[in-house]
């Protein structure tokens, strides 16, 4: 929670006021220097980083490559294209990024003579528990392991940025054998850090980081060193205006205040606890499905055409930034499940004391969220995607939101250029935590597997919605978060580790969506209902018209994907003290609802703020970023649409009408049957004249 607003600060300026801080001409060099960053040690027997070999592995292989046969049609401009690659390093959650030229000093043997520029990332440590928590042992001594990790993951998606682009790149972290330049005296270099004591400082975090770096022959500006600050200086630059966030960066009350680990950034705990889902579920009516239903994976078959096919597989990594996640996202899948160590260990078979120490491990290594439930039957699918029968292989889901980014979906019309890149920078970050997490419990002798967007045996949106993280939405399928609303991606990790599960939650959203249509409104395809609930397949749900909502995600001409519903619901917000005031008005005063949502367009909530928008509208096509051929999406709100839903058709296909789970020939959809079947479909709710 935060006072102060940061819609004025531009993404590329980062969280931390660094442009406060006084800088030497540039050109200079750093006034004193600093050790070079070694590896880190692994900590204890029973810590995390002992399972870190294969992503490290993984990004050393990835770190270099061959650059695109073309240059991408971007802005000469050096100021410009540090903006874009620190953004983009802001983006992926890093801490701070700077650029410079190379000087000879920090050039180690191996790198090429071409890369003359280099960008600087610092990841900051994650929240570490305290010593009587349940997750420090696992997690002792490991800050710096965990901190070198993302930093490699940011390093070599931005490397793979510019490599796209047509440049050549290579990122350098703090792994054996994996930097061939010296990342701290860059960081001193370009004023990302400063020497204190005879350390690597940065102004604002200390020393409690690490540093990767990506060596380049794309031409950035040359930031300078820090400058020695006087009392005057320094007080401007770290007295009230930081304290309280005042400009719009992050504020020292902004982390957030002491209390255990497990129970995360986000109160969770305030939130009104239920025994059942406020939406219906039947679940002696719930059939398992296979992967082969869902729309995207019929989209893949055939079943939507030849064009829906051909765009399948480039949809959401059609813009050269979210194309560098792709090689990391699908390098992860083989660590997802591997061989169990016998016995468990000790210590391990407490249900209560495992929650708490999973759910601390998983907010230290990033997640935004987590819950834990019982991995239901109906929740596993009956076949994958290469038809094969799946499993039901464990007892327990633990369930990890990913919050896809404020700031960048702020700038963004939710359907444009950078929309698939939240995507996928969330389901890379998901993957990296739940495969670390899924190896450790393994390690500890409890069977567990990552269950992410590359390859999942399970249904990820009943898991959210048992394991407490929110309540179905208007949008369909999509439980709805109250604290990041619908902007997030979730990812799983199912295991036979003893855990104490969580209940699901009530804070009113069902009577909110009701008199809520701005996600319908606004959706670019019509394809979330207007109308009420209906029952599908056991649940309660508001079911869009997914064969719609899928074909203009597939095809979109002037965007990658598509995330418009979850830019302009009420719910996406800044997370400001101001909407913890909505959001508790919203809880306890249903009478405030209508209203609420009423005023969310007032204030203009769901419009695009271009001050917010950093990246480049550039296209993927036969390997070289070019400049889209049919342009870019710029929606705004269109608050005369109508809403009426008497004229919306919604499309329906029930696990009747589902492709068999092992069917790998296209079975082409019935478009008219499946709006006879929306239009017959029992209803829930006000308006239904049925029961609730």
């Not at 969280?15 to 030497?24: A, F, G, K, N």
Request: glycine residues 8%.
């Amino acid at each position: 929670m935060r006072l102060f607003s940061h819609t004025d600060r531009p993404v590329h300026l980062g969280r931390y006021p660094m442009e406060r801080l006084p800088r030497m001409p540039a050109g200079s060099a750093p006034f004193s220097s600093v050790p070079t960053q070694v590896p880190a040690g692994p900590g204890g027997d029973a810590t995390l980083p002992h399972v870190f070999a294969p992503y490290i592995a993984l990004y050393k292989e990835t770190r270099d490559g061959p650059a695109a046969p073309s240059t991408a049609p971007i802005p000469e401009e050096a100021r410009i294209r540090t903006d874009n690659l620190k953004a983009g390093c802001y983006f992926l959650d890093a801490a701070g990024a700077g650029t410079c030229r190379i000087p000879a000093a920090a050039r180690l043997p191996g790198l090429p003579e071409e890369h003359d520029h280099a960008l600087v990332i610092l990841v900051e440590h994650g929240p570490m528990p305290d010593p009587n928590e349940d997750a420090f042992p696992w997690l002792e001594g490991s800050a710096d392991a965990v901190a070198d990790l993302r930093a490699a993951e940011i390093a070599v998606c931005m490397a793979g940025y510019l490599r796209n682009m047509g440049y050549d790149a290579r990122a350098h972290f703090a792994f054996p054998d994996c930097a061939d330049v010296d990342i701290a005296a860059l960081a001193l270099q370009c004023g990302l850090t400063e020497s204190s004591d005879g350390k690597s400082v940065h102004p604002y975090i200390g020393t409690g980081f690490r540093l990767a770096a990506v060596t380049t022959d794309f031409r950035v500006t040359d930031e300078p060193p820090l400058a020695r600050r006087s009392v005057a200086e320094s007080f401007l630059s770290k007295g009230p205006a930081w304290w309280l966030g005042l400009g719009g960066s992050a504020g020292r009350f902004d982390r957030p205040a002491s209390r255990a680990l497990h129970l995360g950034p986000y109160p969770m705990e305030k939130i009104k606890r239920v025994d059942r889902p406020t939406t219906m579920v039947d679940e002696a009516k719930i059939k398992r499905v296979a992967k082969r239903a869902e729309f995207f994976q019929r989209a893949l078959m055939g079943d939507l055409g030849d064009k829906a096919q051909r765009e399948r597989n480039r949809f959401a990594v059609k813009n050269p930034y979210a194309f560098a996640m792709v090689p990391l996202i699908r390098g992860m899948v083989p660590f997802q499940h591997g061989e169990t160590a016998a016995p468990p260990a000790p210590g391990t078979a407490e249900a209560e004391r495992n929650a708490r120490a999973v759910k601390g491990l998983a907010y230290h290594l990033g997640a935004d969220m987590v819950g834990i439930c019982e991995a239901k039957d109906y929740a596993w699918y009956t076949h994958d995607a290469a038809g094969k029968e799946v499993p039901i292989r464990h007892k327990y889901a633990v369930v990890m939101l990913i919050d896809q980014g404020f700031e960048t979906m702020e700038g963004s019309s939710g359907d444009d250029w950078i929309s698939g890149a939240q995507s996928m920078r969330s389901y890379m970050r998901g993957a990296q935590i739940a495969g670390v997490m899924a190896a450790h419990l393994r390690r500890l002798g409890h069977d567990a597997r990552s269950q992410t967007n590359a390859d999942s045996e399970v249904l990820h949106i009943p898991l959210i919605l048992w394991a407490g993280l929110g309540e179905m939405s208007r949008i369909g399928e999509l439980v709805l978060n109250p604290f990041v609303g619908p902007r997030f991606k979730s990812v799983v990790l199912t295991t036979d580790m003893p855990l104490e599960i969580d209940k699901p939650v009530d804070f009113g959203l069902l009577d909110f969506c009701e008199k809520c249509t701005k996600c319908a409104r606004e959706c670019p395809c019509s394809a979330i209902p207007l109308g009420p609930r209906i029952e599908y397949n056991g649940y309660e749900i508001w079911k869009p018209d997914v064969e719609r909502c899928t074909r203009y995600r597939v095809t979109n001409p002037k965007g990658s994907a598509c995330g418009r519903c979850m830019k302009t619901c009420p719910y996406n917000t800044e997370g400001l003290l101001t909407h913890r005031a909505f959001l508790w008005a919203a809880i306890n005063i249903p009478a405030s609802r209508k209203a609420i949502a009423e005023w969310d367009d007032k204030l203009g909530n769901g419009s695009i703020n271009r001050t917010k928008k950093w990246w480049f509208d550039l296209e993927q096509i036969d390997g070289a970023a070019v400049a889209p051929r049919a342009g870019a999406n710029e929606r705004q709100l269109d608050l005369g649409a109508n809403t009426d839903p008497a004229g919306q058709k919604i499309a329906l296909y029930p696990p009747a009408e589902h492709p068999p789970g092992d069917m790998l020939d296209p079975r082409p959809i019935d478009r008219k049957q499946a709006l006879e079947r929306g239009a017959a479909a029992k209803t829930f709710g006000p308006g239904s004249g049925k029961p609730h």
